[in-house]
């Protein structure tokens, strides 16, 4: 391996190229391997030094070699990713229309993006001369904590801050003084790794019968293939990843497995501990910076044979990958909804297919997009239409709101369904997507309502607060009492989740009741101690918004009533539908999931509308087949590609007439096979006291809208106007606004 002349490093900093720098000046840095594409390197970057990365080499740059700076120093010994790790990264990064170096930096754990070690490190201290000649004895009258330290150290030449912690009591609260002292030192050195724990593994259940044919269909492709394993809620997915997970083990391959934000419970965790006998290496967003860096060096060396993280996990290296399994593939949290907006389960299937590895998509309630590959043929659609165990299926009926009046929220059929319920010794769950007390809170006398004054939208009314709080941008201020326009009163309109408890209470004074939404778990392992509660049977009644209704298993529960899903009826996105399928059957799914059928009464103002009887009757693949039809109709994904170019800015119309000069623009150009919508402002302009603006682009030629895209980024990076407003690319976007 000979040294590089130019190294090509990407810096993490909104634009899109990567920089040319020669090799450190200094002797002891200028080992060749230190300078391979994968290793970071620090460099002179504007005013500062940054760490970035190198991407590529070359005998030469551009620029001319007079120019060019050196780099400041290599920070790896050899590269930290692979060819195929970067090639994820670059892939991802023209696609999604993003600056490599955020790319990077997005991908990478804050430790190694702040520059620090790859391998762990502990401090030690060691004594220093002057500390080795100190007089121990006249030290103990004055200090004796710290005469103890530095004898412990003289007795020992050097400790870890670990060894120093089992041998000496309150060390840490004296060695500073000695170190000012200049008696000791402190210093990094390398820890010992920490290994993955093992378990005893426990037998599972045996197979029934669609669980194995699904597993002897995926073992019949080897190579790449997507598999869609098409499983209603209890179906038994879970058992079908852990055969998969357990041959790849065994043949020293790893699996890794995304999951939604929410997905990641410590119930899966434990499952997969006592299936395979070694704990999965986790990422995800909530563990400390150290943790985080712990699981991606066991993927990375191949310690960990399974990982399992949320939506950033896909950038993570593994040694030896085999197999890559995406839960709840239809999940919005698995796209990144700002700044780099990828698609987790996308770039999975990227990197399987680059990897030439099986993935294994699984859900009860497949994206359209995915649908749509089944139907050509593209992916294996594998279905599991019976829950494990043979439980029946959830009946799900509909409770007619404009007979049976909902008194504060809750119709009496649905109280008398629940109280049924909880007679029988059962749990219900009710479901309310809307936190807070109330959506609204309107004046009595004049019928004005009380506004955010940093958005177009209305302020929710938190009683437990005693405030109001804009949902939007976080906003938030006191429960306005009387209003200052007519001196009316205020009264809270709608119903949120507290609302909806109050009332139930008055309903079940006698039963123990939670209500589980962001509110009420805000601090750390408040979630997991409810849920463990009603896992438990401990809570009869559970109200909640999504943050329920994804993959935890409460054994008892039998009734789910939706408070109300009409909003989702009348939606003008085109996935509407798609979504409130999803929403409801996921909640649904929550239902009667061992020796009793459940059922779900669904409340609505709207019971003839033909979403119903389409979801009703026919389910999910109803649904999702009339889906499709509609939007081959009209071309919307996956009939065609989407990207939006959103704009913002603090003054009104700024965004909007920047995006009417882009589109503009675009005229210049050949573009005959992509459609140019707008710009439009957004339904909501005005958000956190920005104005937003957006240009649509659709095709059914994916090329042309890539190409589309690259050049509109260039030209935008160089474009004076761009600098006064915020843009940002959308490819695939979930949300349309
Ligand atoms: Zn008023
Ligand atoms: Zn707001």
């Known amino acids: 391996m000979s040294q590089p002349k130019v190294l090509r490093v990407a810096v993490n900093a909104p634009l899109a190229r990567l920089f040319d720098y020669l090799p450190p000046r200094q002797p002891a840095d200028l080992a060749a391997a230190s300078m391979q594409p994968g290793a970071r390197i620090l460099v002179p970057f504007g005013r500062q030094q940054q760490t970035a990365m190198i991407v590529d080499t070359a005998a030469e740059s551009t620029i001319p070699v007079t120019k060019l700076k050196h780099a400041v120093a290599c920070i790896d010994p050899a590269p930290l990713l692979s060819d195929a790790d970067l090639w994820l990264l670059r892939f991802a990064s023209s696609y999604y229309q993003h600056p490599i170096g955020e790319v990077i930096a997005a991908a990478l754990p804050a430790n190694l993006r702040a520059g620090r070690s790859l391998s762990p490190v502990t401090k030690q201290l060691d004594t220093t001369e002057a500390g080795a000649s100190v007089d121990l004895d006249k030290l103990l009258k004055r200090a004796p904590k710290q005469a103890a330290l530095l004898a412990a150290l003289r007795a020992n030449e050097s400790l870890s801050f670990e060894q120093l912690d089992e041998r000496i009591d309150g060390w840490r609260r004296c060695y500073k003084a000695l170190l000012n002292k200049e008696w000791l030192t402190v210093s990094e050195i390398a820890a010992r790794e920490q290994l993955p724990g093992k378990h005893l593994v426990h037998a599972g259940p045996p197979l029934n019968m669609d669980q194995s044919a699904a597993l002897a269909a995926i073992r019949e492709r080897s190579g790449f293939q997507v598999h869609l394993l098409d499983g209603v809620t209890g179906s038994g997915k879970t058992e079908v990843y852990i055969h998969l997970i357990e041959e790849h083990l065994r043949a020293g391959r790893q699996t890794l497995i995304i999951v939604p934000e929410i997905g990641l419970t410590p119930q899966l965790v434990t499952r997969l501990e006592e299936r395979l006998g070694q704990t999965p290496a986790v990422l995800h967003s909530g563990l400390s910076d ?440 959308d490819v695939d976007p979930i949300e349309l606004f």
């Open 290 to 729: 150290t943790a985080r860096l712990t699981a991606w060096r066991q993927a990375r060396n191949g310690q960990a044979g399974v990982v399992l993280g949320t939506r950033s996990a896909v950038f993570v290296p593994l040694r030896n990958a085999g197999l890559f399994i995406v839960d709840e593939e239809h999940d919005n949290s698995l796209k990144q909804q700002e700044g780099f907006r990828y698609s987790a389960r996308d770039l999975a299937i990227a990197r399987a297919k680059q990897l030439q590895a099986p993935i294994i998509l699984g859900t009860a309630t497949p994206s359209f997009e995915t649908v749509k590959r089944c139907d050509d043929g593209a992916y294996q659609r594998l279905s599991m239409p019976v829950r494990a165990g043979g439980a029946a299926p959830p009946l799900l009926r509909l409770v007619d709101l404009s007979r049976e009046p909902a008194n504060d929220g809750i119709s009496s059929v649905a109280i008398s369904a629940m109280d049924k319920t909880l007679r029988a010794g059962a749990q219900v769950l009710v479901f309310l997507n809307r936190r807070g007390f109330a959506p609204t809170l309107i004046c009595g006398g004049c019928g004005h309502i009380a506004e955010c004054s940093r958005c177009d939208a209305r302020m929710t009314v938190h009683l437990s607060g005693n405030e109001l709080r804009c949902h939007h941008c976080g906003a938030a201020r006191a429960i306005d009492s009387v209003c200052d326009r007519c001196s009316g009163t205020y009264r809270p309109l709608g119903h949120g989740t507290e609302r909806l408890e109050d009332t139930i209470r008055l309903h079940f004074p006698l039963h123990s009741i939670a209500r589980i939404d962001s509110d009420t778990t805000r601090l750390r392992g408040a979630m997991n101690r409810a849920l463990a509660d009603a896992t438990a049977g401990e809570t009869r009644i559970l109200i909640g918004t999504q943050m329920l209704s994804k993959g935890h298993h409460f054994p008892n529960l039998t009734l789910v009533v939706v408070v109300n899903a009409d909003q989702g009826l009348f939606s003008t996105d085109f996935r509407g539908a798609e979504k409130l399928a999803q929403g409801l059957l996921q909640v649904a799914g929550r239902a009667g999931r061992e020796r009793q059928q459940g059922e779900v009464l669904i409340q609505t103002a709207y019971p003839t509308h033909p979403f119903w009887e389409e979801l009703i009757k026919g389910g999910y693949e109803k649904v999702s087949a009339n889906g499709l039809e509609e939007r081959s109709r009209t071309a919307w994904p996956p009939y065609s590609r989407l990207a939006l170019l959103r704009a913002s800015s603090h003054q009104k119309n700024l965004a909007q007439s920047f995006l009417e000069s882009v589109k503009g623009k675009l005229a210049a150009i050949d573009i005959s096979e992509v459609r140019v919508l707008g710009p439009v402002s957004a339904p909501m302009e005005r958000r956190a006291g920005r104005y937003r603006s957006q240009l649509l682009f659709q095709s059914v030629n994916r090329q042309a809208l890539q190409k589309l895209l690259q050049d509109l980024r260039n030209s935008l990076e160089q474009d004076a106007g761009a600098r006064k407003v915020r843009w940002s690319i």
